[in-house]
Structures are given as C-alpha cells and as structure tokens.
C-alpha cells in the first residue's frame, strides 16, 4: 500500500470501526482504530490521529480501562494542542476529568474541568461551559458538598436552557431537586 492509498483506507477502517462499535464489539474497534491512529501518524494526519485517539479513550474508559484512556486522551490533547484546536482541547481535558473522576481522582478531575473552562468561556461555547459546571457539582456531590454541587447546577441550569438542550435541561433539574430535596430545602 502506497501513501496515497493510506487516507481511503482510513476511511474504509473508520468506518468498520464504527460498525463494530454499534455492533457492541468494542474490543475489535479498540483494535481497528488503534491501527487507523498510526495510518494517521504515518500521514502527518495529526488531526485524524487526535480524533482517532479521542474515540480509543471514549472507549477504554466505557470499558473501565481508565488508565489507558488517559494515555490517548493525553495524546489526543498534545496533538490538538500543536494545531492550536482550542475546542477540541476543551473537549479532551472534559474527557480527562472524567476519567479522573471515574477513578476518584476527585482533585485531578477539578484540576482537569478547571482546564477546560476558560477554553470554552474563550470560545463562548455555552454547552461545553454548563457541561463543565456539571461535571464539577458531581464531584462535589461525591465530596458531600451539596451547596457548592446545587450553585454549580444553577450556573449550567441557564445556559443549557438558553441552548434548548431539552436531554440536559431535564437531567440538570433532576439533579437540582434531588440534591435540594436531599438536603430537606424548599425549591429554589
């Protein structure tokens, strides 16, 4: 196979990957995107590689295999970074905090989420902001921290509603009542 022929098979693996995966065999999509990251390092496909990189966590980390999620989250953060891709930057330091909190790693989740925030403030990307403020009241509900955990829900609660977020809107409010009612306070 020639370079050339490298970026159509790519795509040809993406899209065996995806398959398996809606199939449930996340084993052999682990494996076929593995294989497309390094056709992606082989083409100086950086971007590729990154996404490609990003899904192998999502997946690791679906499977439990949180430490290897990192890895390539961490890798995926690298290379988004020498594109200067700050969404995609956001997006992968929410994924790392994530995996930090799936393994209770509740101050390297913060320190993760806090790293997240301003690049999306600096985007005005007001779903990646409240989904970060949500991340962080988990973790403060994990702590026993229910007031900072409800003011959290509170600043997301409105942005999510500015963005129509039907899905989020509803779990967020879920959240809210649960925590307040918890708590023994009147609705706010």
């Given at each position: 196979?020639?370079?050339?022929?490298?970026?159509?098979?790519?795509?040809?693996?993406?899209?065996?990957?995806?398959?398996?995966?809606?199939?449930?065999?996340?084993?052999?999509?682990?494996?076929?995107?593995?294989?497309?990251?390094?056709?992606?390092?082989?083409?100086?496909?950086?971007?590729?590689?990154?996404?490609?990189?990003?899904?192998v966590?999502?997946?690791?980390?679906?499977m439990?295999r949180?430490?290897?999620?990192?890895?390539?989250?961490?890798?995926?953060?690298?290379?988004?970074?020498?594109l200067?891709?700050?969404?995609?930057?956001?997006?992968?330091?929410g994924?790392i905090?994530?995996?930090?909190?799936?393994?209770?790693?509740?101050?390297?989740?913060?320190?993760?989420?806090?790293?997240?925030?301003?690049?999306?403030?600096?985007?005005?990307?007001?779903?990646?902001?409240?989904?970060?403020?949500t991340?962080?009241?988990?973790?403060?509900?994990?702590?026993?921290?229910?007031?900072?955990?409800?003011?959290?829900?509170?600043?997301?609660?409105?942005?999510?509603?500015?963005?129509?977020?039907?899905?989020?809107?509803?779990?967020?409010?879920?959240?809210?009542?649960?925590?307040?009612?918890?708590?023994?306070?009147?609705?706010?």
């Amino acid at each position: 196979m020639t370079k050339k022929d490298q970026p159509g098979e790519s795509a040809q693996i993406n899209i065996e990957a995806d398959k398996c995966l809606l199939a449930g065999d996340h084993q052999k999509a682990l494996t076929l995107y593995l294989k497309n990251a390094d056709t992606f390092a082989v083409l100086q496909d950086y971007y590729g590689q990154a996404k490609t990189l990003n899904n192998v966590g999502l997946i690791q980390s679906g499977m439990g295999r949180n430490e290897d999620a990192l890895v390539h989250f961490l890798k995926a953060l690298e290379l988004f970074g020498r594109l200067g891709k700050k969404l995609q930057m956001a997006e992968m330091w929410g994924n790392i905090g994530s995996t930090y909190r799936n393994m209770e790693l509740y101050e390297k989740a913060m320190e993760a989420y806090f790293e997240a925030l301003p690049l999306y403030e600096d985007l005005d990307h007001k779903l990646g902001i409240a989904d970060q403020y949500t991340n962080m009241a988990y973790v403060h509900t994990r702590r026993g921290d229910m007031e900072e955990a409800i003011n959290l829900y509170h600043k997301a609660l409105p942005l999510y509603e500015e963005s129509g977020d039907r899905r989020r809107i509803d779990v967020t409010t879920h959240n809210l009542q649960n925590l307040i009612s918890a708590m023994g306070k009147a609705p706010q």
